[in-house]
């Protein structure tokens, strides 16, 4: 038995503190970092994921953690884990062929008694404890619940051709990020009402099957490593605390 053949979908733990579970995706496939598994990039030292799960760790607003990775990386995953004493994990199970998909074996291990859930991506390693507090709070009274701050930039419509067709007004978009919060059963009933691959975020799902999308307040700091230009910016998000 080979290492990916381990175990794919993975109980480490039961775990019965308070709070809501969430769900980390980190199953995508790096393909903008130029070869480099970007859970597993060492930032400060310590890997990607570690680092994205400590904050679900030590939130006392989340009960477990189910984390869903590739095949391939869950045995160098687990052992991470392990190493690094994360004790919130209740599962590790495989990912999809899309996002989409991941998410899905994720609320496969959901409780039948869970009734909300926090969704975010494993390549976020700077969501803190003000955020996910804001989420979950959010979450209390709102179906779906997303963090994101508001554009900097100027931004524009533009056709396939290039040709710009409207200026955006600014001071009414945002920038989503994770963690997003949706109530299990709605968000279940949401996924058979739309084509999921047609998005990229869990609250657009929500909002194209007819539920109301509330915001709470990011962080500009809260980036999602996706190029090795955002690994820059990491270590230097990280040099600022030191």
């Given amino acids: ?5 381990l175990k794919l979908e993975y109980e480490i733990c039961e775990n019965e503190n308070s709070g809501i579970p969430v769900i980390v995706v980190a199953a995508g496939n790096s393909t903008r970092m130029k ?3 970007k859970q597993l990039a060492l930032l400060g030292g310590i890997p990607v994921i570690i680092r994205t799960l400590r904050n679900f760790e030590n939130s006392k607003d989340i009960s477990n953690i189910i984390l869903v990775v590739k095949d391939t990386d869950l045995f160098e995953i687990q052992m991470l884990t392990h190493k690094y004493m994360i004790t919130k994990i209740s599962d590790i199970v495989c990912g999809g062929n899309s996002r989409q998909e991941s998410v899905l074996n994720g609320f496969a291990r959901l409780k039948d008694t869970d009734k909300s859930v926090l969704i975010h991506d494993g390549a976020r390693p700077f969501a803190d404890e003000r955020i996910i507090n804001s989420v979950v709070s959010a979450l209390k009274t709102h179906s ?14 533009i056709d396939k051709d290039g040709k710009v067709i409207k200026t955006l007004k600014r001071d009414s978009l945002v920038a989503v990020q994770t963690p997003q919060g949706v109530e299990k059963a709605k968000y279940l009933e949401a996924v058979k009402s739309v084509n999921v691959a047609d998005f990229t975020d869990d609250t657009s799902i929500m909002e194209a099957a007819g539920y109301d999308v509330f915001t709470v307040e990011g962080s500009y700091k809260n980036i999602k490593i996706t190029t090795e230009e955002d690994m820059i910016s990491a270590n230097a998000f990280l040099s600022k605390e030191d």
């Fill in 144 to 157: 779906a619940v997303t963090c994101a701050v508001k554009v900097k930039d100027t931004v524009k419509e």
């Fill in 35 to 37: 070869g480099t598994n």
């Fill in 1 to 5: 038995m080979n290492k990916t053949e």
